[in-house]
């Protein structure tokens, strides 16, 4: 079946600081990877995602993100965290092969706190 | 361009009530998707629908919940007595066609369902 997983159900990291965010699916066939961030009582806003071609993708609000076919990843990074970037996110993939259409299947989430 | 439009942002029913829930699509975009997000979870899919048709209804209850996307109007996602596990946020999203060319799936700003 096809899934992700977001093992950590929070980050905590400075303002200033990388941050990654961790998320790993399994597949058969050419997944498509997304990320999406949550604010509260928020919907979905699109950060970024991988189709094809170059494994770093850049994204919104300086976000980027490598696809990693060999492990099965897609983190998703920064460079420096601002506070304002505390928000729950979302790794999302699927599988247009194999459903015909983009039933997007979702990680559980993962909280990004970023301290002052 | 407007987004993906949903209301009520909230909505209260009594337990037996009916809840209706809107949705236009971004402009252009002919794929309309809904997905609930219980407390605490990630979002699971529902329902893809097109112009006069449902596609996919893998994810809807068997029971008491619908969806429609007519040839005019919004999307409508219609659940009938609902109980206090259809409390909810649900989301509807939408996209310029099928996704098998990994288009973005933009999403609304979500329906609060509150069952009392």
């Known amino acids: 079946a096809q899934s992700v997983a977001q093992p950590e159900d929070q980050v905590n990291v400075a303002e200033g600081n990388p941050l990654t965010v961790k998320c790993t699916y399994s597949v058969s066939g050419n997944p498509y990877l997304f990320w999406y961030v949550q604010y509260p009582n928020r919907g979905l806003q699109f950060l970024l995602k991988y189709i094809t071609g170059d494994n770093l993708v850049k994204g919104s609000y300086g976000f980027e993100a490598e696809f990693n076919k060999s492990q099965t990843s897609f983190h998703l990074k920064k460079p420096s965290a601002l506070v304002s970037d505390s928000a729950l996110y979302f790794c999302?993939?699927?599988?247009?092969?194999?459903?015909?259409?983009?039933?997007?299947?979702f990680g559980t989430g993962t909280r990004l706190l970023v301290s002052p | 361009n407007a987004g993906v439009m949903q209301n009520p942002r909230h909505l209260v029913r009594r337990r037996g009530q009916e809840a209706r829930l809107r949705c236009s699509p971004m402009?252009?975009?002919?794929?309309v998707y809904w997905y609930r997000q219980l407390p605490e979870e990630g979002l699971k899919f529902m329902v893809y629908?097109?112009?006069?048709?449902?596609?996919?209804e893998s994810g809807m209850p068997k029971e008491r919940f619908s969806a429609e996307f007519p040839k005019e109007g919004p999307s409508i996602l219609r659940i009938q007595q609902v109980v206090r596990g259809d409390s909810a946020a649900y989301f509807c999203?939408?996209?310029?066609?099928?996704?098998?060319?990994?288009?973005?799936?933009?999403f609304g700003e979500g329906s609060w369902l509150t069952v009392v």
């Open positions: 402009k252009g975009h002919s794929h």
């Open positions: 999302a993939v699927t599988f247009p092969e194999n459903t015909g259409f983009q039933k997007l299947v």
């Open positions: 629908l097109q112009k006069e048709n449902i596609i996919d």
């Open positions: 999203a939408s996209s310029p066609a099928d996704g098998s060319s990994g288009n973005t799936i933009y």
